[in-house]
């Protein structure tokens, strides 16, 4: 499965946010993307999971241009996470997994016994077997985002498109998350593609990191690479100590604004 953007440009209106891009994203790797507000990086990962039809160029998907596939055998492949998600909260998690299944079935036929086996591994994967009948309203910030992870899961996708899925949550909740995350793509080779702010985690989960400027991908490589002093000055405008844990991953600690 081979997934490129090739000379997209994308904007809002007049305004360009996405100029020319370039970028492919390699088999079972955890690429995150990494930059300054408003830089476009939401809106590259939703133009790549086909929310947004670049002006210029195209994403292609094994060769094809996401938007000539079927929606939903596109949506048996791809399953994309959004930053903001709305549901009736009166779902139970393992309702909300089953949407997860639409893809899958035949208009108004009933689950099948492959479809709770698929909702029932979702559930099993985000360790949220036990809290199956509880109403999503009742459950803890993290627990719900494992919840919403649970119905991509259930899709059965070979990508998976994440937008922030540790906003608001708690240092353990985000560890949680990220646990999940490389779980899956250790354990179901899943192809991982998502934004983060918190460039600590983003080193410690991410076979390579891309920073996003100027419309373009400015540098892409694995997280080594990309934490350095000086990219970090020239991407975030911040002068930062760089250090690296016992098995070689870096993290840094900022030190004052870039002048």
Not at 106 to 133: G, H, M, S, Y
Not at 159 to 170: A, G, S
Not at 208 to 221: D, F, K, L, P, S
Request: proline share 4%.
């Amino acid at each position: 499965m081979k997934l490129e953007a090739k000379k997209i440009s994308v904007g809002y209106g007049g305004n360009i946010v996405l100029n020319e891009l370039d970028l492919t994203v390699e088999t079972g790797e955890i690429l995150t993307l990494i930059g300054p507000n408003g830089c476009g990086k939401s809106t590259l990962l939703k133009t790549l999971g086909r929310l947004l039809k670049p002006s210029h160029g195209a994403v292609t998907l094994n060769g094809q241009d996401v938007h000539r596939f079927n929606t939903a055998k596109l949506a048996r492949i791809m399953a994309m996470l959004p930053q903001s998600h709305h549901i009736s909260e009166d779902l139970t998690v393992e309702e909300l997994a089953g949407y997860g299944r639409f893809p899958h079935r035949k208009q108004f036929r009933p689950f099948t016994a492959i479809d709770r086996v698929a909702v029932e591994n979702a559930l099993n994967l985000t360790q949220l077997q036990n809290l199956r009948k509880r109403s999503i309203n009742t459950l803890s910030g993290g627990e719900r985002q494992r919840a919403w992870i649970a119905m991509t899961l259930a899709q059965e996708p070979k990508l998976l498109m994440l937008d922030e899925p540790t906003t608001f949550l708690d240092v353990r909740c985000q560890c949680e998350v990220m646990e999940i995350i490389r779980k899956l793509n250790h354990e179901l080779k899943l192809t991982v593609i998502m934004v983060l702010h918190d460039l600590n985690l983003a080193a410690r989960c991410s076979t390579r990191m891309a920073t996003v400027g100027e419309g373009r991908i400015t540098r892409i490589g694995t997280p080594q690479q990309i934490m350095t002093s000086e990219i970090l000055r020239t991407t975030f405008g911040v002068e930062a100590e760089i250090h690296h844990e016992s098995k070689g991953l870096p993290y840094f600690i900022p030190t004052g604004i870039s002048k």
